[in-house]
């Protein structure tokens, strides 16, 4: 195997980690490769919302301008952050098997939780924002932005209550704290907890060699999740959560899209026979669509146009 394959990646901690994963199951392969990390636009800069920026795909565009221009030959991204469609000439090769979806409160104390009192918890995700406001509509939410390291230095200087965060990765970089609380009833991304790799199409070589890594059920499941954030217009400026699981020969599917205040819920939940998933998301959506989330789409693009 003669060609060295040029894995890109973000800078984070995070982020090496996971191409430092898809690299030894490359070269447990028998592939040779190297590391290549460029610092993403998404990663430089932190006094905005991820919401405000008006970017799509601001953690990977980076990457696929490198790779485009020829200086890496794969990328590995966090799903969740991938947009639904991908730049011409780049594609989809692997899914590696997914890890836990949850979404975690890292805190200082639970007490708050049960008492009247306004609490304050941080998070970058309109998602978690409108999802805890919808739980607990007498806090207050900041805004968090920055990778897991710089995130829990923010939640520790600041006087917040807590901050929401993937389970996946702070575990992925041990950092996980035992007395976090797992929140269990908050609809994930789609796509959270699992890796992507992507490539040139007209790559061969790579597509067949990270195509190697492609974990079945778990890429069923994203493209579910995928779809139904796609068909629902989502990306980073709605509210938008769904979560497909394989369950033997059957898939359970949750979604659902919330107003930008959290008052507002719609939502689905389906079981089907896992030969009958094809455009199982699109369908989901579309339904939710029917539901009332059209009217409510409506609302959420005139308040982010608002806040341009």
């Known amino acids: 195997m003669s060609k060295v394959i040029r894995i890109g990646t973000r800078d984070s901690e995070l982020a090496l980690w996971q191409a430092n994963t898809v690299q030894q199951k490359l070269e447990a392969l028998g592939y040779d490769t190297l590391l290549v990390p460029i610092k993403s636009t998404g990663d430089q800069v932190l006094d905005k919302p991820l919401y405000e920026l008006g970017i799509t795909g601001i953690f990977t565009k980076t990457l696929d301008v490198a790779m485009i221009k020829g200086q890496i030959d794969i990328a590995v991204h966090s799903m969740k952050d991938v947009p639904t469609q991908l730049p011409k000439g780049i594609i989809q090769v692997a899914v ?23 609490a304050t918890i941080a998070t970058g ?3 978690r924002k409108a999802q805890w406001l919808h739980q607990y509509p007498n806090h207050h939410v900041v805004d968090l932005r920055g990778n897991v390291n710089t995130r829990l230095l923010k939640l520790i200087e ?24 797992v929140l269990d009833w908050m609809v ?9 790799v992507v490539s040139n199409e007209d790559d061969l070589f790579c597509t067949e060699a990270a195509g190697k890594l492609n974990h079945k059920d778990s890429e069923i499941t994203t493209t579910i999740e995928r779809e139904f954030l796609r068909t629902l217009e989502g990306g980073c400026t709605a509210p938008i959560g769904a979560l497909a699981e394989v369950n033997d020969q059957s898939v359970h599917f949750k979604g659902a899209l919330f107003s930008l205040d959290g008052k507002q819920k719609i939502e689905i939940e389906k079981n089907v026979p896992l030969s009958k998933t094809a455009k199982l998301g699109q369908k989901c959506a579309q339904e939710v669509l029917q539901k009332g989330g059209e009217t409510l789409m409506k609302e959420i693009r005139n308040e982010n146009s608002a806040l341009h």
């Open 96 to 118: 590696l098997e997914r890890a836990i979806t949850h979404d975690i409160l890292v805190h200082k104390g639970l007490n708050f939780l049960n008492s009247n009192d306004n």
């Open 188 to 196: 994930p991304a789609p796509a959270q907890g699992a890796m992507v």
């Open 125 to 127: 995700s309109l998602r």
């Open 158 to 181: 600041n006087d917040w209550h807590g901050a929401i965060f993937a389970q996946a990765g702070l575990e992925r970089i041990k950092l996980m704290p035992k007395d976090a609380l």
